[in-house]
């Protein structure tokens, strides 16, 4: 009978260690908040979880990625947009300078000004004396984005890694060294400018740079475009990605909230019955003695 009772008492006892186990991860799970708290809960949904975390942050990466090219194309645009201002001021000065009514020292000072904008336009392009003449290369112009030079040739453009598989998208080179606008801008080897407020085909070069710009500008905006909608696309991803991360890594609470109830009661009456088998064989012996 004591070995009957005992090994019944054994078992209670082994029981109530699973129960109390059982209890320890539900609330391990409830206090943390996610449903796997040990590899041992899902190996299958820990390696998942790593597998789109490690694709989540490869998405991040790409859309920082496309939100400095887009702080890229508009300070591009800026600064084709402040061009456009100061040629478009040159076909006014010239056009001004042709008036036959104005005399030598108003044309002096059209043509001061008009000196001024080629040269601020000459230090927000840049580049070397065999591009735009000169006396002295511009290594470092005004047109520039953390360190990136915006208006020089480039052929093979910026690739800009767009995706989180290997997806690019390049962005043209915006090259104003050389066209319309390099006849606005070009000096020769003593540093004077070629293009003069009284050439008669200055209001004609000018209104091509004009063209040249707005040709820069549209294509800056056709890439600019891309990039928004790359934008859009990775920031749906990584909701997504995150949506399913957390369908397999967070807990249920109302689920995990029965289920600790559950295993809470089980505990109690598995406890209750464990201590009325441990008297039982003391009241068996108290009897025999008695």
Same mark, same amino acid.
């Given at each position: 009978?004591?070995?009957?009772?005992?090994?019944?008492?054994?078992?209670?006892?082994?029981?109530?260690?699973?129960?109390?186990?059982?209890?320890?991860?539900?609330?391990?799970?409830?206090?943390?908040?996610?449903?796997?708290?040990?590899?041992?809960?899902?190996?299958?949904?820990?390696?998942?979880?790593?597998?789109?975390?490690?694709?989540?942050?490869?998405? =991040?990466? /790409? @859309?920082? *990625?496309?939100?400095?090219?887009?702080?890229?194309?508009?300070?591009?645009?800026?600064?084709? $947009? !402040?061009?456009?201002?100061?040629?478009?001021?040159?076909?006014?000065?010239?056009?001004?300078?042709?008036?036959?009514?104005?005399?030598?020292?108003?044309?002096?000072?059209?043509?001061?000004?008009?000196?001024?904008?080629?040269?601020?336009?000459?230090?927000?392009?840049?580049?070397?004396?065999?591009?735009?003449?000169?006396?002295?290369?511009?290594?470092?112009?005004?047109?520039?984005?953390?360190?990136?030079?915006?208006?020089?040739?480039?052929?093979?453009?910026?690739?800009?890694?767009?995706?989180?598989?290997?997806?690019?998208?390049?962005?043209?080179?915006?090259?104003?060294?050389?066209?319309?606008?390099?006849?606005?801008?070009? =000096?020769? /080897? @003593?540093? *004077?400018?070629?293009?003069?407020?009284?050439?008669?085909?200055?209001?004609?070069?000018?209104? $091509? !740079?004009?063209?040249?710009?707005?040709?820069?500008?549209?294509?800056?905006?056709?890439?600019?475009?891309?990039?928004?909608?790359?934008?859009?696309?990775?920031?749906?991803?990584?909701?997504?990605?995150?949506?399913?991360?957390?369908?397999?890594?967070?807990?249920?609470?109302?689920?995990?909230?029965?289920?600790?109830?559950?295993?809470?009661?089980?505990?109690?009456?598995?406890?209750?019955?464990?201590?009325?088998?441990?008297?039982?064989?003391?009241?068996?012996?108290?009897?025999?003695?008695?």
């Amino acid at each position: 009978m004591s070995a009957s009772v005992n090994s019944q008492t054994f078992e209670n006892a082994q029981f109530l260690g699973r129960v109390q186990d059982l209890l320890t991860r539900s609330l391990s799970r409830l206090s943390s908040g996610e449903r796997i708290v040990s590899p041992a809960d899902d190996s299958q949904g820990v390696g998942l979880i790593e597998k789109l975390g490690a694709q989540d942050k490869r998405v =991040q990466a /790409a @859309s920082t *990625n496309v939100q400095n090219a887009a702080s890229y194309l508009q300070s591009v645009d800026g600064f084709i $947009a !402040a061009m456009n201002k100061m040629v478009t001021r040159m076909s006014e000065l010239s056009v001004m300078a042709s008036d036959g009514m104005k005399n030598s020292g108003d044309i002096a000072l059209y043509r001061e000004e008009f000196r001024q904008i080629q040269q601020q336009l000459r230090s927000t392009i840049g580049g070397t004396t065999a591009e735009i003449g000169g006396t002295a290369d511009i290594t470092k112009p005004l047109g520039t984005f953390n360190g990136i030079v915006l208006f020089g040739a480039n052929p093979a453009g910026l690739p800009i890694a767009s995706g989180a598989s290997g997806e690019t998208i390049v962005i043209p080179q915006n090259n104003l060294r050389d066209g319309a606008m390099l006849d606005v801008i070009q =000096q020769d /080897a @003593s540093g *004077n400018f070629i293009l003069d407020i009284t050439d008669p085909t200055a209001i004609a070069k000018i209104k $091509a !740079a004009v063209q040249d710009l707005a040709d820069e500008r549209g294509s800056v905006g056709a890439v600019s475009r891309r990039f928004e909608i790359a934008g859009e696309s990775l920031s749906k991803r990584d909701e997504d990605l995150q949506k399913s991360t957390s369908s397999i890594r967070d807990v249920d609470i109302a689920t995990e909230s029965t289920r600790l109830s559950k295993y809470q009661m089980i505990s109690q009456a598995a406890s209750m019955i464990l201590a009325q088998a441990t008297q039982s064989p003391k009241s068996v012996l108290k009897l025999l003695n008695s």
